[in-house]
C-alpha cells in the first residue's frame, strides 16, 4: 500500500511592509484580494475572475473596486488581452519616494514607515520619516513617566501584566512621545473600560487600536489630536444632519456615503446651508421612486443644481382662453329633449 500527502500547498510568506504599511493606506478587502491572489499564484494554480470572486465570497463590485486600489499602490498592473500581473511591494522607502503616492497622502504614510522602522530596530537614516540634524518635535517621555503611566493602564483600565503587554507598551510610548497624548489615551481606555466593561479580555488590544489609528491619521502631539477631533465633529454634524433629513436611523450611512457627505461640507461651509440644498432636492418632485430619496439620488441632484445650465423649472406654453372652455362644455353636454342642441 502506497500513501501521499493530499491537497499539500506551499506556505506563503508575505513581507511586513504589505500588513503594517500598505493595508493601512488601502484598507482589509484590497489587501485580502491581493493576499489571495498571490497564494493561488505561487501554488501553481490558474486564477480567473470569477473563481477569486466565488472563493472569496464577494461581490464583483467589490473584487473589482479593489483591483482598482491595488492598481493604484502598484500591487497589480492591468494590462492587455486580459492579463492582470501581480506585483510585490515595494520597500517603504521605495513606496515614499514612488510616484504611486500623492503628496496629500505621504503625511499618512510617514508616520507608518517610522512605526516600521522602529520595530526593527530603529529609523534608517535615510527614512524619510527622519531629519538630520534636527531635534524631535516632541521629546521622549522619561523612563519614570513610563513606568508611571503603566502602572496606572494597569490599575484603572484593568490591564493583565504579561510579557505581550510589556511589549505592547514599549512600543506604544516609542510611538507615541507626547506625555499629553498618552494621558489621554490612558483617559480615553478608562472611559471605555467604565461604560462597557472588559468583556473576560484584557482592555489593551483598544488602546492598541487608538494608537495605530493615531498612527494612520499623523497625529503626533495633544494638539494635532485636538484639530482631528474638532474636524471629526465638524463632519459627524454633517452626517447627523443628512440622516435626520433623509429618515434614517443614527449612525446608518455607509462609509460610501459618509465620504459623499464630506464632499458636500467642502461646497457648503454650514449644515444649515446643506439642509437647505437636501430639502430642494426633496422637493423638487425629480424623484420618482418610493419613499425618501437617498445619498446618491442628492448627490446626483446637487451636482444638476451646481452645473452651467441648472434645471428649469416646469412650464406651460399653451394658455386656455375662457371661450374655449364654454365650447368643451357645450360639446360634452347632452341634452335630453329641451329643443336647444347645437347646429
Not at 87 to 112: C, F, G, T, V, W
Amino acid at each position: 500500500m502506497n500513501f501521499r500527502l493530499q491537497g499539500t500547498e506551499n506556505h506563503t510568506v508575505l513581507d511586513p511592509e504589505l500588513l503594517e504599511i500598505y493595508q493601512p493606506l488601502m484598507g482589509f478587502e484590497a489587501m485580502a484580494v491581493w493576499i489571495n491572489l498571490y497564494h493561488a499564484l505561487i501554488n501553481g494554480q490558474s486564477v480567473s475572475e470569477s473563481d477569486m470572486i466565488q472563493r472569496m465570497n464577494i461581490s464583483i463590485k467589490s473584487f473589482r473596486s479593489a483591483l482598482q486600489e491595488l492598481a493604484r499602490f502598484g500591487l497589480v498592473d492591468e494590462g492587455g488581452e486580459g492579463i492582470c500581473s501581480v506585483l510585490m511591494p515595494l520597500n517603504p522607502d521605495q513606496l515614499y519616494k514612488s510616484e504611486l503616492i500623492p503628496e496629500a497622502e505621504k503625511k499618512r504614510l510617514r508616520p507608518l514607515i517610522e512605526a516600521f522602522h522602529l520595530k526593527r530596530g530603529g529609523l534608517d537614516k535615510k527614512s524619510p520619516g527622519k531629519k538630520e540634524k534636527k531635534e524631535p518635535r516632541v521629546p521622549r517621555i522619561s523612563e519614570q513617566q513610563a513606568d508611571e503611566l503603566t502602572t496606572r493602564f494597569i490599575n484603572e483600565c484593568k490591564f493583565r501584566p504579561t510579557k505581550q503587554l510589556r511589549e505592547r507598551f514599549d512600543l506604544w510610548f516609542e510611538q507615541v512621545t507626547d506625555i499629553r497624548l498618552l494621558e489621554e489615551l490612558l483617559a480615553r481606555t478608562k472611559k471605555k473600560v467604565a461604560l462597557e466593561g472588559t468583556g473576560g479580555t484584557c482592555p489593551s488590544a483598544y488602546t492598541d487600536s487608538i494608537v495605530r489609528q493615531w498612527l494612520v491619521q499623523g497625529i503626533q502631539s495633544y494638539e494635532d489630536l485636538l484639530r482631528q477631533d474638532k474636524l471629526f465633529h465638524e463632519k459627524q454634524e454633517y452626517h447627523r444632519m443628512v440622516e435626520k433629513e433623509l429618515g434614517r436611523a443614527y449612525n446608518t450611512l455607509t462609509p460610501a456615503e459618509k465620504e459623499i457627505v464630506d464632499n458636500w461640507s467642502q461646497k457648503w461651509p454650514s449644515p444649515e446651508e446643506l439642509r437647505s440644498e437636501i430639502k430642494k432636492a426633496i422637493l423638487s418632485g425629480d424623484f420618482q421612486g418610493r419613499g425618501v430619496p437617498g445619498v446618491m439620488f442628492i448627490d446626483k441632484w446637487l451636482r444638476g443644481s451646481q452645473s452651467e445650465t441648472p434645471k428649469r423649472a416646469k412650464t406651460y406654453t399653451h394658455e386656455h382662453k375662457a371661450s374655449d372652455l364654454r365650447q368643451a362644455i357645450k360639446r360634452k353636454t347632452v341634452s335630453f329633449g329641451d329643443g336647444d342642441d347645437d347646429q
